[in-house]
């Protein structure tokens, strides 16, 4: 199965899906949609929330089902959600980022608003 891509591979930046579309009717959206946080973790990643949900979030059961220790799973998941809110945070400094920058007149209001709406306002 193809990887989904969520960082830009020519200069790492961060990709916005721009196009949505309907695989019974057809219907197409186009606009700027932000790609959730769980889609931007790795694959691996992303299969362990995964079994994790499955497992009603036990990290017991998931020690099981994975063959591993209680506190390795515990440690991967700690691992799983610091790279989570390292992502929300970076949406947060960007957003701030760009209100100081309209404070200190570096930015218009209309550039700040539509810097705003690609990091989602």
Known sequence: MARFVVRCPSCDGELRA?????????????GQFEIPALLQL?????????AFVR????????????????P???????EIIGRLDALEQGVARRRHEI?????????????????LRKVGL
């Open 42 to 50: 790795s694959p691996d990643d992303l299969a362990f929330v995964t």
């Open 18 to 30: 721009t196009r949505l579309g309907c695989q019974s009717c057809g219907t197409n959206l186009d």
């Open 99 to 115: 209100l100081d920058a309209l404070e200190k007149g570096r930015l218009s209001a209309k550039e700040a608003e539509e810097a």
């Open 55 to 70: 497992s009603s979030g036990s990290l017991k059961a998931m020690a099981q089902v994975l063959q591993i220790s209680y």
């Open 72 to 78: 390795t799973v515990r440690n991967r998941l700690d």
